[in-house]
C-alpha cells in the first residue's frame, strides 16, 4: 500500500514538471509549427537560475522562480526574434539553429560558468504531513500545486485574454488571423516567451530534487518529443494525460525493475503509436 | 547553388570533377609533407567526419534532417568490437558487418519515420541515438558497460596505413556520393527535397527513395564507425551519444547542406578549429560551440554557399 502511495506521490511530481515542459513544447510546436530543439536548454537554464538566485544570492523563493522564470521567457524571445524570424517558413533551419543554441552553446555556456559539478537547490519549504502511514514533504506538495496553478492560468490566459485568443487564432489559421489585423510576429514571439517560461518553471520546481548538471538538457527534450508525438501534435490536453500516464509508467518501472530501464518506457510506446497511430492518442488529423 | 549549375551546365560539371580531383591528390600527398604523430592523427580524424559528415548529407538532399547520426557509429562500432573481441574476426569481416547492422537500423527507423510528414522523422532519430546510449551504458559485460570495450584488433599496423586506409575510404565515398548525386537517383531525393507532394504526384514513391537514402547513409555511417573502432582500438558508449550526431550536423551544415563539397569544407574546417583550440583548455568547446553558431547565423547556407558567391562575382568580374 505505502510502495503504491509513494509510486503515485512521486509519479505525479514527475508527471506535474514533464506536463510543463510538454505543454510549453507542444505550444510552439502548435502555433508557430517550430520544433524547438532548445526546450531542454530553457529548462537547464532555469534550474541554473534558480540555483544561483536562491543559493548564490540568497533570495527569496518566489522572486527568485519569477526571476529565473522571467529570464528565460527574455532568452526565448531574443532567439525567436534574432535567430528564427528572419527564416519562419524554414522548418529544416529552425530545428538545427535551435539544435546548435540549445543543446551545445548554451550547455557550453552553463559548463564554462557553473563548471560539471552538480549543484542543488536547497529545499523551498521544510516540514512534512502524514497521510496514510506515509510522510508527504510540503515541498512535494508545492511543486504539485504549483504546476497545477500555472497550467490553469495558462489555460485561462489562452481562453480569456486578448493575447491568448489571438495565439489560437494563429494556431488556427495563420491567414486568416493576420487578415482580422493580428501581428503575428508580436504572437509568436509572447508564445516563444511562454513556452520558454513553462520549460524553465519545471526546471525551478524540479531544482531542489534533483542536481543541476550540464548534461540535464537532453532527456527532458526526448521525453517533451515523445509525450507530445504520443499525445498529438499541437494537443495541450494529450500533453498533460501523457505526460501523467508516463510518470506514473516510469515510476513504477523504476521501482519494480530498475531505474535504468524507466527511460525505454516512452521510447517503446512512442514507436508503437507511431506504427500504428501516428496522428497520436487524442488529434484525429492535421499531421502536417 | 542550383541556378548557378544551371547557368553553365555540364561546365561546373567538369570543373567540380576536377576540383575533386585535385583535392584527393592532395589527401593522398599530404603525409609527405605532414610529418609527426598527432598531426596524422588529426587528419585521420578529419578524414573519419568527413565521411560521418557526406554519409549523413545523403538524406538531407530530401530535406529531412537526421539528429541520430550518432546511432549507426555506435551500433557499428560495437557490432565489430564485439565480433572481434568474442569471436575473433578480422577488420575484413567486421567492416562490412558494421555496415549491414547500421543500414539494418536505418531501414527500421526510416521505415517507421519516414512515411510521416511532420517533425517525426528528427525527433525519432535524437530518441533512437539516446536509447542506444543509456543501453549500452547498462549493458552486461560482454558489452563492456559504461568503460565499453577495450582490446580491439588494430585495423593497420601503421599509422601510416591507418591514415590511407581512411583516406582512401573517404575519397570512395566523396565519388561515389558525387556520381550518385548526378544520376536520376539523386535527382529524385533532390525532387522530393525541393517539392515532396509534387514529386509524389508525378508518380514517385517518396517513401522509398527516402527509406533508401537513409539505409545509404546509414550503411556508409556503420563502415565508418566499424573503422573508427578498429584504428582507436576500444568501442565506449560515447560512440552513440546525440553529442557526435549532432557534431556532424553541424559539420554538414556550417560546410553547407546538399552539396557534397560542403560536407568536406565543414568536416576539414571543424576538425582543425576543434584542434586549434586546445589551449585554450576548459573553454574550448565554448569558444567552438559559439563560432559555429556565429557561422550558422551569418552563413545559414553554409560556407560553401559563401565560397561560391565569391567565386561567381570575381569570375563576373574579370
Not at chain 1, 530534487?209 to 495541450?236: D, R, Y
Not at chain 2, 588494430?154 to 601510416?160: D, E, F, T
Request: with cysteine.
Amino acid at each position: 500500500m505505502s510502495a503504491l502511495l509513494s509510486i503515485f506521490v512521486l509519479g505525479t511530481i514527475w508527471g506535474a514538471i514533464y506536463s510543463l515542459i510538454a505543454v510549453g513544447f507542444t505550444l510552439i510546436l502548435g502555433v508557430a509549427g517550430i520544433v524547438n530543439l532548445a526546450h531542454g536548454a530553457f529548462y537547464m537554464i532555469g534550474a541554473y537560475l534558480a540555483y544561483t538566485f536562491m543559493s548564490i544570492l540568497k533570495l527569496n523563493v518566489v522572486l527568485s522562480a519569477l526571476l529565473a522564470v522571467a529570464g528565460v521567457a527574455v532568452i526565448g524571445m531574443i532567439l525567436d526574434q534574432v535567430g528564427i524570424r528572419p527564416f519562419r517558413e524554414n522548418h529544416a533551419y529552425q530545428v538545427v539553429l535551435t539544435l546548435i543554441f540549445g543543446q551545445t552553446f548554451c550547455r557550453q555556456v552553463i559548463y564554462a560558468i557553473y563548471g560539471a559539478h552538480g549543484k542543488s537547490v536547497q529545499n523551498f519549504i521544510n516540514g512534512d504531513i502524514e497521510l496514510a502511514g506515509m510522510y508527504i514533504s510540503y515541498q512535494k506538495l508545492l511543486i504539485i500545486c504549483a504546476a497545477i496553478i500555472v497550467v490553469s492560468l495558462l489555460w485561462i490566459f489562452i481562453k480569456k485574454t486578448k493575447i491568448g485568443k489571438s495565439i489560437s487564432a494563429v494556431e488556427q489559421n495563420k491567414v486568416a488571423s493576420i487578415l482580422m489585423g493580428i501581428r503575428y510576429e508580436r504572437v509568436y514571439m509572447i508564445t516563444m516567451g511562454i513556452s520558454a517560461a513553462l520549460a524553465a518553471f519545471a526546471g525551478v520546481l524540479a531544482s531542489p530534487i534533483i542536481e543541476a548538471e550540464p548534461g540535464m538538457s537532453s532527456f527532458p527534450l526526448f521525453k517533451a518529443f515523445a509525450i507530445v508525438v504520443i499525445g498529438g501534435l499541437g494537443s495541450m490536453g494529450g500533453a498533460i494525460i501523457v505526460s501523467l500516464l508516463l510518470a506514473y509508467s516510469e515510476t513504477a518501472v523504476s521501482y519494480l525493475l530498475s531505474a535504468n530501464y524507466a527511460d525505454m518506457v516512452y521510447l517503446t510506446v512512442m514507436i508503437l503509436i507511431l506504427v500504428v497511430r501516428p496522428t497520436g492518442i487524442l488529434k484525429a488529423g492535421r499531421m502536417n | 547553388m542550383n541556378t548557378y549549375q544551371d547557368l553553365f551546365g555540364l561546365t561546373i560539371f567538369y570543373r567540380r570533377l576536377r576540383g575533386l580531383v585535385i583535392f584527393s591528390t592532395i589527401v593522398l600527398m599530404a603525409p609527405l609533407v605532414v610529418k609527426g604523430g598527432y598531426f596524422m592523427e588529426v587528419l585521420f580524424l578529419c578524414n573519419y567526419y568527413v565521411v560521418l559528415a557526406c554519409s549523413w548529407d545523403i538524406l538531407a538532399y530530401t530535406g529531412k534532417v537526421n539528429f541520430g547520426h550518432s546511432l549507426f557509429v555506435g551500433a557499428a562500432g560495437y557490432t565489430a568490437a564485439v565480433l572481434n573481441l568474442h569471436l575473433g574476426w578480422g577488420p575484413w569481416l567486421t567492416l562490412p558487418i558494421g555496415g549491414i547492422v547500421a543500414g539494418l537500423f536505418g531501414l527500421f527507423i526510416g521505415t517507421v519515420t519516414l512515411r510521416l510528414r511532420g517533425p517525426y522523422f528528427g525527433g525519432v532519430t535524437f530518441c533512437f541515438a539516446m536509447l542506444l546510449y543509456k543501453l549500452l551504458c547498462v549493458s552486461p559485460k560482454t558489452l563492456g558497460g559504461e568503460e565499453g570495450l577495450t582490446g580491439v584488433s588494430p585495423l593497420m599496423s601503421s599509422l601510416l596505413g591507418n591514415y590511407y586506409f581512411s583516406a582512401i575510404f573517404m575519397l570512395a565515398v566523396v565519388f561515389l556520393l558525387y556520381f550518385v548525386s548526378r544520376s536520376s537517383f539523386g535527382i529524385i531525393l533532390r525532387s522530393i527535397g525541393e517539392n515532396e507532394t509534387a514529386s509524389e504526384g508525378s508518380g514517385i514513391n517518396t517513401t522509398f527513395y527516402k527509406v533508401a537514402a537513409f539505409t545509404i547513409s546509414g550503411t556508409i555511417a556503420g563502415v565508418a564507425g566499424a573503422m573508427y573502432t578498429h584504428i582507436m582500438m576500444n568501442a565506449s558508449p560515447a560512440m552513440a551519444h546525440e553529442a557526435l550526431g549532432s557534431l556532424v550536423l553541424m559539420m554538414a551544415v556550417v560546410g553547407g547542406m546538399a552539396s557534397i563539397i560542403g560536407p568536406i569544407i565543414g568536416g576539414y574546417t571543424l576538425t582543425i578549429i576543434n584542434e586549434a583550440f586546445r589551449f585554450m583548455g576548459d573553454l574550448r568547446l565554448l569558444i567552438y560551440t559559439g563560432l559555429v553558431l556565429g557561422m550558422f547565423l551569418v552563413a545559414p547556407k553554409g560556407l560553401y554557399d559563401i565560397f561560391i558567391r565569391v567565386f561567381r562575382r570575381v569570375v563576373v568580374r574579370t
